[in-house]
């Protein structure tokens, strides 16, 4: 039997002691720059925990600052579900689009021209968005912004950081905060870590935030503890319990007054003029800061104002980013080539002799299409002047005409797809030329294969992205019908799959035959043919043969069908390619039942919108229901909206239909409406 170690009193209220004092000298030191105690001093207090650690090992917490670094090394990092969603911001680039940010403001809010409005200002860092999670004061977790719902979980890494509190300062912390902010890594550290690295003949980084980025990616924590990282806090999530001030620029000082670090530069302004003002004092300032900025931000102060602009896309309607200029130089184009993107457009690409542009070597810039190849005139051979749009992608503002030699060379657009040979499409008044591939394109396998097993397409449970890339990687998949003759084996033996994980693959893949034909055809990935299109295209048709040899004239009978989506569709089933494929999934047992013939009813014509969680069916199943009877289905609300069906947590929707006195069913109404 082990026996168990007595823990003193006095020595335990010690180290409570030991780690609140040296949280306070971190704060002191990390954030506020301004250390009361020398190093001697704080690394005899960081001893005497260690000491007293060791002596009660089962006192050790993950909290202690002790245990900043000390994790194993990860073999992957682990996805991280966001608790609010993390946005994007919006860009302007001049005072005309900054005027128009802030008319659609006042037109949203009600606001006259006269009536002003707060907006918490900042610097727009560049570096690395991450979101802290802290439940009771304490640090739990830590998540890159991913594609805004999904993250990395780079909680080990995050803990490195010595400006990142594990425990908050103070009392009356939220019971459950979400912290938005910036990782970056300053001018100086950078220089130094890379004048370290080519005396050890490693890679050097092109820039900070790549630095920044590509540290807070290290498997192993003590590698990115050896890395020169800070934070600037500038943002709040979802918060539970003691809520924060109901303005974003005292929300921000609460944060501080937590022990987090936020931009000494941050401000408040009053109307658009004040913020511009706050640009050129912050563009001034640019060069002569730290760390890399790439422009500022501007936040609607007020969080009941947030509320009431909601969000677009991925990116809040009461935020904007104000980017400064792009720095421009010129150089050579080498070579022009054209790139298949995952929907199958094809985009030019300058290959260019490697130019310095703000301290990053840039090598390629994108065209965007065949029109601006034209338009631009742009030629092999040429010198150019080549911008970082916004910072970020590089592209040729111009052709240095009077440069121009004998041996420049005209770019044609291919014939034949660069990856598949298929045959390229331009459709008439579009200025981006598409592969016709389809299915069977190899750029566009990987999206191609997520859209097809889908939630709203063929539904294959557990199918996502990083399994999608192990299958394609493996080459166990090269269309999307291969995906119902995989061999067990060789899945199983995927990383991180194993016995069970397949068999549930395997089970959610034979589940998904059977679907309808309105599924099907929205699954195929035709391009603009979305669910309500792949619906009516059903309802139409009732069989895919006929759709695959129907005429242009013929599709444009459908409703909602229109020249441009009849072409589209008639493309993709002239290609041979497609057609097999489709016979091949057809064959391996996907089948579904005749849709059922619209009846005529009192929902026939009518628009309807669902907005919540409805608890005794799937959303999909609803907008079935709806269908069949003849509604149609809208993703937002308007006032041609027939009634919107509020489930539980309903959004924003929910708001619009009352102003707009729009019918609004519960879930329980709607049941007995479609009943009857």
Same mark, same amino acid.
């Given at each position: 039997? &082990?026996?168990?170690?007595?823990?003193?009193?006095?020595?335990?209220?010690? &180290?409570?002691?030991?780690?609140? +004092?040296?949280?306070?000298?971190?704060?002191?030191?990390?954030?506020?720059?301004?250390?009361?105690?020398?190093?001697?001093?704080?690394?005899?207090?960081?001893?005497?925990?260690?000491?007293?650690?060791?002596?009660?090992?089962?006192?050790?917490?993950?909290?202690?600052?002790?245990?900043?670094?000390?994790?194993?090394?990860?073999?992957?990092?682990?996805?991280?579900?966001?608790?609010?969603?993390?946005?994007?911001?919006?860009?302007?680039?001049?005072?005309?689009?900054?005027?128009?940010?802030?008319?659609?403001?006042?037109?949203?809010?009600?606001?006259?021209?006269?009536?002003?409005?707060?907006?918490?200002?900042?610097?727009?860092?560049?570096?690395?968005?991450?979101?802290?999670?802290?439940?009771?004061?304490?640090?739990?977790?830590?998540?890159?912004?991913?594609?805004?719902?999904?993250?990395?979980?780079?909680?080990?890494?995050?803990?490195?950081?010595?400006?990142?509190?594990?425990?908050?300062?103070?009392?009356?912390?939220? $019971?459950?905060?979400?912290?938005?902010?910036?990782?970056?890594?300053?001018?100086?550290?950078?220089?130094?870590?890379?004048?370290?690295?080519?005396?050890?003949?490693?890679?050097?980084?092109?820039?900070?935030?790549?630095?920044?980025?590509?540290?807070?990616?290290?498997?192993?924590?003590?590698?990115?503890?050896?890395?020169?990282? $800070?934070?600037?806090?500038?943002?709040?999530?979802?918060?539970?319990?003691?809520?924060?001030?109901?303005?974003?620029?005292?929300?921000?000082?609460?944060?501080?007054?937590?022990?987090?670090?936020?931009?000494?530069?941050?401000?408040?302004?009053?109307?658009? $003029?004040?913020?511009?003002?706050?640009?050129?004092?912050?563009?001034?300032?640019?060069?002569?800061?730290?760390?890399?900025?790439?422009?500022?931000?501007?936040?609607?102060?007020?969080?009941?104002?947030?509320?009431?602009?909601?969000?677009?896309?991925?990116?809040?309607?009461?935020?904007?980013?104000?980017?400064?200029?792009?720095?421009?130089?010129?150089?050579?184009?080498?070579?022009?080539?054209?790139?298949?993107?995952?929907?199958?457009?094809?985009?030019?690409?300058?290959?260019?002799?490697?130019?310095?542009?703000?301290?990053?070597?840039?090598?390629?810039?994108?065209?965007?299409?065949? $029109?601006?190849?034209?338009?631009?005139?742009?030629?092999?051979?040429?010198?150019?002047?080549?911008?970082?749009?916004? +910072?970020?992608?590089?592209?040729?503002?111009?052709?240095?005409?009077?440069?121009?030699?004998?041996?420049?060379?005209?770019?044609?657009?291919?014939?034949?797809?660069?990856?598949?040979?298929?045959?390229?499409?331009?459709?008439?008044?579009?200025?981006?030329?598409?592969?016709?591939?389809?299915?069977?394109?190899?750029?566009?396998?990987?999206?191609?294969?997520?859209?097809?097993?889908?939630?709203?397409?063929?539904?294959?449970?557990?199918?996502?992205?990083?399994?999608?890339?192990?299958?394609?990687?493996?080459?166990?998949?090269?269309?999307?019908? +291969?995906?119902?003759?995989?061999?067990?084996?060789?899945?199983?033996?995927?990383?991180?799959?194993?016995?069970?994980?397949?068999?549930?693959?395997?089970?959610?893949?034979?589940?998904?035959?059977?679907?309808?034909?309105?599924?099907?055809?929205?699954?195929?990935?035709?391009?603009?043919?979305?669910?309500?299109?792949?619906?009516?295209?059903?309802?139409?048709?009732?069989?895919?043969?006929?759709?695959?040899?129907?005429?242009?004239?013929?599709?444009?009978?459908?409703?909602?069908?229109?020249? &441009?989506?009849?072409?589209?569709?008639?493309?993709?089933?002239?290609?041979?390619?497609?057609?097999?494929?489709?016979?091949?999934?057809?064959?391996?047992?996907?089948?579904?039942?005749?849709?059922?013939?619209?009846?005529?009813?009192?929902?026939?014509?009518?628009?309807?919108?669902?907005?919540?969680?409805?608890?005794?069916?799937?959303?999909?199943?609803?907008?079935?229901?709806?269908?069949?009877?003849?509604?149609?289905?809208?993703?937002?609300?308007?006032?041609?909206?027939?009634?919107? &069906?509020?489930?539980?947590?309903?959004?924003?929707?929910?708001?619009?239909?009352?102003?707009?006195?729009?019918?609004?069913?519960?879930?329980?109404?709607?049941?007995?409406?479609?009943?009857?």
């Amino acid at each position: 039997m &082990i026996n168990k170690i007595k823990i003193n009193k006095k020595e335990l209220a010690e &180290i409570k002691k030991l780690r609140d +004092d040296i949280g306070k000298h971190d704060y002191n030191y990390y954030v506020l720059d301004d250390p009361d105690i020398t190093d001697s001093e704080y690394d005899k207090l960081f001893q005497e925990l260690s000491y007293l650690e060791k002596k009660y090992p089962t006192l050790l917490s993950s909290d202690s600052p002790t245990q900043r670094v000390g994790a194993t090394p990860l073999l992957n990092f682990a996805e991280y579900k966001h608790k609010e969603p993390m946005l994007s911001l919006a860009n302007v680039f001049d005072k005309d689009e900054l005027i128009g940010f802030e008319k659609r403001i006042h037109e949203r809010l009600g606001f006259s021209k006269n009536e002003s409005i707060k907006y918490a200002a900042e610097p727009k860092l560049d570096g690395l968005a991450v979101n802290l999670f802290y439940k009771k004061g304490i640090l739990l977790c830590a998540a890159t912004r991913g594609d805004g719902m999904l993250g990395e979980d780079i909680t080990t890494n995050i803990r490195t950081i010595k400006s990142v509190p594990l425990v908050l300062l103070g009392n009356n912390h939220p $019971d459950i905060l979400e912290v938005r902010g910036e990782v970056f890594m300053t001018k100086k550290g950078f220089s130094q870590l890379n004048k370290k690295a080519e005396r050890d003949n490693e890679k050097v980084f092109s820039n900070p935030r790549n630095a920044a980025a590509g540290s807070m990616r290290q498997l192993d924590p003590r590698i990115t503890s050896q890395r020169p990282l $800070d934070i600037f806090c500038h943002g709040v999530g979802m918060t539970q319990g003691n809520h924060l001030p109901n303005n974003h620029f005292d929300s921000i000082n609460q944060l501080k007054e937590w022990g987090l670090k936020t931009c000494p530069l941050n401000t408040l302004t009053q109307g658009i $003029d004040e913020c511009f003002n706050y640009y050129l004092k912050i563009l001034s300032k640019r060069d002569t800061l730290p760390y890399d900025i790439d422009g500022v931000v501007y936040k609607v102060n007020e969080h009941n104002q947030q509320k009431i602009l909601g969000a677009v896309s991925r990116a809040p309607r009461w935020a904007v980013a104000h980017k400064f200029p792009a720095q421009e130089e010129s150089t050579i184009v080498q070579e022009i080539i054209f790139q298949v993107g995952r929907t199958g457009a094809l985009t030019p690409v300058a290959k260019l002799k490697p130019v310095s542009i703000s301290g990053v070597t840039v090598s390629n810039a994108t065209l965007h299409n065949m $029109d601006e190849v034209e338009r631009k005139d742009v030629r092999v051979n040429d010198h150019v002047i080549v911008r970082r749009a916004g +910072d970020v992608i590089p592209e040729i503002v111009k052709v240095i005409t009077k440069k121009r030699r004998n041996n420049t060379k005209k770019v044609k657009l291919p014939k034949k797809c660069p990856e598949c040979n298929s045959q390229i499409m331009r459709v008439e008044g579009e200025s981006v030329a598409r592969c016709s591939g389809g299915l069977i394109c190899s750029a566009q396998l990987k999206f191609s294969v997520l859209h097809f097993a889908s939630r709203n397409a063929m539904d294959v449970e557990g199918l996502g992205e990083k399994l999608v890339e192990l299958l394609i990687m493996n080459k166990l998949v090269f269309h999307v019908d +291969d995906l119902y003759n995989l061999n067990f084996e060789a899945v199983s033996k995927l990383p991180r799959m194993g016995t069970k994980s397949a068999k549930n693959l395997f089970h959610s893949i034979e589940n998904s035959k059977e679907c309808t034909l309105a599924r099907f055809i929205f699954a195929l990935g035709i391009r603009e043919v979305g669910e309500a299109t792949a619906n009516e295209l059903a309802q139409y048709f009732k069989d895919i043969s006929l759709i695959s040899n129907a005429s242009c004239d013929e599709l444009l009978l459908v409703a909602d069908i229109g020249p &441009i989506v009849s072409k589209n569709i008639v493309s993709f089933f002239q290609q041979k390619s497609n057609q097999k494929i489709i016979q091949n999934l057809i064959a391996s047992g996907v089948r579904w039942e005749k849709p059922m013939n619209v009846s005529i009813s009192s929902l026939a014509g009518q628009v309807y919108v669902i907005t919540g969680t409805l608890s005794h069916m799937k959303r999909e199943e609803a907008k079935a229901l709806l269908q069949s009877r003849g509604a149609k289905l809208a993703s937002s609300v308007t006032k041609k909206t027939s009634a919107l &069906i509020a489930g539980e947590n309903p959004g924003l929707k929910l708001h619009k239909a009352n102003e707009l006195g729009v019918t609004i069913f519960t879930e329980k109404e709607f049941l007995a409406l479609v009943d009857d």
